[in-house]
């Protein structure tokens, strides 16, 4: 049976949960972060539509970054570098409507849409992206 590998990092070690403040006049409980460059600590958000059958190189990101699928499908392979250049590292990791996945800074990796996609792309500070 193939075992799907486990998201590559949880909520509580995402850099994407942190920095959070309290605002004055709200109710207890609730903290937010803002978004980056009105606040230097803050994310990056983007609203995302891919087709069925398009697709990112293997790619990297300066920050930590999270990913909610609303509709659709996709798959993300990780990589490795190897000595003959980057080597899959495990299984393609699928999300559906619904999922939630996280990637740490730095770590290499393309993804696949499926299906057509409506994402919510939150990144840790200013969005970037290498291309590998």
Not at 109 to 127: G, M, N, Q, S
Request: aromatic share 8%; proline share 7%; charged share 25%.
């Amino acid at each position: 049976m193939n075992k799907q590998p486990q998201k590559e990092i949880s909520p509580d070690e995402s850099a994407v949960w942190k920095n959070h403040v309290t605002v004055p006049d709200t109710p207890e409980g609730f903290t937010v972060r803002s978004t980056y460059p009105e606040n230097v600590n803050g994310v990056e958000v983007m609203l995302e539509q891919w087709q069925a059958g398009s697709a990112e190189p293997p790619h990297s990101h300066p920050g930590d970054d999270m990913t909610v699928v609303v509709d659709g499908k996709m798959a993300i392979q990780f990589f490795t570098r190897g000595n003959d250049g980057l080597l899959a590292d495990g299984e393609p990791l699928v999300l559906n409507k619904g999922d939630t996945g996280y990637i740490r800074a730095g770590r290499i990796h393309d993804a696949r849409y499926i299906e057509t996609c409506k994402l919510v792309y939150v990144h840790d500070k200013a969005f970037g992206f290498t291309a590998e």
